[in-house]
């Protein structure tokens, strides 16, 4: 997340200098790449009606007139997957007249996530204060070798970083789409039959479990219109259509119940870890949550030794964790980058399903809430409130404007990683960068808005060349490294 900074002035910079080109390359090089509400029934046809409901939000409607209408019912979609991109699509597509099924197969998942959220997603998903655990206005960035910058400084006193835990804010998200109208189906999704022609339904087979009938569930049916993929990193959406593979990051966290007084430490505190040690190519975190830390770590290079990571970022802040009870251990892919294809048809990706997590920082709750969202927006206005079938040129809007919007934030964060994140000279250098008050001010105005903020002309002078002089002394120091080695 600190690293932020940099992408807001190299975005920045680049937009100024190329913008009208730089939307060009951003479309061309991204096109293609692309409570539980019980459930009675065995089957569900496109042959049952449903009224129209009343959307909320206001949306342009831009359906081509050659779409057919919908008759004697409204048009049908299937999400799959109850995560924040999940719950955020079904709502949108229910307050949209579209008739929604939600399937989820574990309504109490506890994905192994740091839960940080930015400030703009409070306001923009209308999430409830008490949903969130922890107030972050303080971080310390760690070095290798155990030099910590403290970061915050910068923060206004209504600014902060929201804690959550996964288990509460999709179950808060899927509850809100099934209050707007969505079925909310307890089920694992296994395939789906593809239309035999051009307007018929897509049929998706899942295993319902409604808590009757024991743990082998029943097999069912279910017949829509369109299917939104929001089903993670091992999505079967995502297969279902050849959405092809992508690199991936082996998440692995330990919830860990401390004294209350080590919890006061972190009440408004967490830490993030940097180091060979910790991980080759991520980083290590303690995140404060309601009652306990989240202490985990990742890698997508080096994932059979992320058992020996996890203990080392354990280590690393043992002093502060130090009698500490391991309440859960979780682990889980991450994605690393946008699936080569994210649609086909009328089937469209979202969230980790399509890759959206950002390297450098790995946020993704976030981004998968909002492409939930456009997606299901650009159906709504495809669908004109759910009276029309859609087309893949109705989702492809999804795509381009998603592209356009966040593109440079994923690119330029992947630089970052590698210049950054490739020794532990180079870390020492980043974490040297985040003690300089102005990084830091770029970096929260940026994470906590989701905007690229433009920057003082003299500051980026100055940024541009101590990242010079930090990455100068950096190379200096691994090549005195390389020699005690040899």
Known sequence: MTSVAFTAHLSTATTNQKSNEFRRE????????????????HSISLTKSLPN?????????????????????????????????????????????????LIERKLDNCKPCGGAIPLCMVGEFDLPLDIIDRR?????????????????????????????RREVLDAYLRDRAAT???????????????????????VLHYTAYDGKTGGAGVRRTLEVDAVIGADGANSRVAKSIGAGDYDYAIAFQERIKISDEKMTYYENLAEMYVGDDVSPDFYGWVFPKCDHVAVGTGTVTHKGDIKKFQLATRNRAKDKIFGGKIIRVEAHPIPEHPRPRRLAGRVALVGDAAGYVTKCSGEGIYFAAKSGRMCAEAIVEGSEKGTRMIEEGDLRKYLEKWDKTYWPTYKVLDVLQ??????????????????????????????????VVPGNPLDDIKLAINTIGSLVRANALRREMDKITL
Do not use: W
Not at 66 to 89: C, D
Not at 192 to 201: L, Q
Not at 419 to 435: L, T, W
């Open 136 to 164: 972050v206005t303080k971080m310390k960035m760690i070095s290798p070798s155990n030099v910590a910058v403290d970061i915050g400084q910068t923060l206004k006193p209504h600014e902060y970083i929201g804690m959550v």
């Open 418 to 451: 590698k210049v950054f994140y490739r020794s532990n000279p180079a870390r020492e250098a980043f974490v040297e960068m985040c003690a300089d008050e102005y990084v830091q001010k770029m970096t929260f105005d940026s994470y906590l808005y989701k905007k």
């Open 180 to 202: 707007a109208g969505a079925t909310v189906i307890n089920g694992l999704f296994l395939k789906m039959d593809m239309p035999e022609a051009s307007n018929a339904p897509f």
């Open 53 to 101: 409901r009343q959307f909320n939000r206001s949306l342009r409607i831009v359906a081509g007139k050659s779409s057919p209408k919908v008759t004697g019912r409204n048009l049908r979609v299937a999400v799959i997957g109850g995560g924040p991109a999940g719950g955020a699509a079904a709502e949108t597509l229910a307050k949209g007249g579209i008739e929604t099924f």
């Open 26 to 41: 951003t479309l061309k090089t991204f096109v293609g790449l692309r409570k539980t509400t019980p459930v009675n029934h």
